[in-house]
Structures are given as structure tokens and as C-alpha cells.
């Protein structure tokens, strides 16, 4: 396996660490370091190497990212109002899941249409 491999997933488990760690000191800045776009530049940074810096094949893959923010958007709003709702943890996983599915075969029937991909 080569480091481009191993290291996003290193990465991955580091920040994770860091979430539970900071939950304990401050809320608000576990949930900016959660919500930070890290899983966002390490997909960059893979499909760049793996397309040995194309930049059309890195442009392609940073507009179908944006277009997947959408559903991710929705997923937290739904997580949201089904905590304030008072549902178990599996309730706002379902509720976050099953809008961001939603949205995911929508955004993707969309561009579909409109020919983005």
C-alpha cells in the first residue's frame, strides 16, 4: 500500500480522536472540527494523485463534490430537527439518513438531466 493509501485513513481516526477529545472541553468547537471539510481534501488530494495532477479530472470530481454538500446539508437539518424532536440516536440516524438518500438520487437525477454528469 502506498502512503496516499494509509495516511487519509490515519487522518480520519486522528481527527475523530480529537472530536471526543474536545466534546468534553467545548461543544461548539468539536462540532466546527467535525464538521470541518477533511474528508472533502483528502478525496481531493486522491483522486489528484491518482490522476497525476489532471487538472480536468480534479475539476469534474471538486463539482460533483459541491453537488454533494446538498444532501449532507439536508442530512444534518433532518439530524437536527429530529434530536430537538426528542428521538433516540437511531431515529436521527435514519431521519438524517433516509432525507440525505433523498437528496442524493434527487441531486443525481438532476445533473443527470441537466447533462452534468
Known amino acids: 500500500m502506498k502512503s496516499q493509501d494509509i495516511l487519509p485513513v490515519i487522518l480520519s481516526v486522528v481527527i475523530i480522536i480529537i472530536v471526543a477529545i474536545l466534546e ?5 468547537i468539536a462540532a466546527i472540527t467535525a464538521t470541518m471539510p ?19 479530472a480534479t475539476s469534474q470530481f471538486s463539482l460533483s463534490m459541491i453537488f454533494g454538500f ?29 432525507v440525505w438518500a433523498i437528496g442524493a438520487v434527487s441531486v443525481f ?9
Open 24 to 28: 468534553k472541553q467545548s461543544k461548539v
Open 38 to 56: 477533511l474528508t472533502a481534501a483528502l478525496a481531493l488530494w486522491i483522486v489528484y494523485t491518482s490522476a497525476s495532477g489532471d487538472k480536468t
Open 70 to 98: 446538498i444532501p449532507t446539508f439536508f442530512f444534518m437539518v433532518a439530524a437536527w430537527i429530529a434530536s430537538r424532536a426528542g428521538m433516540k440516536l437511531s431515529g436521527i440516524l435514519l431521519s438524517g439518513y433516509g
Open 109 to 117: 437525477l438532476l445533473r443527470k438531466t441537466l447533462g452534468l454528469g
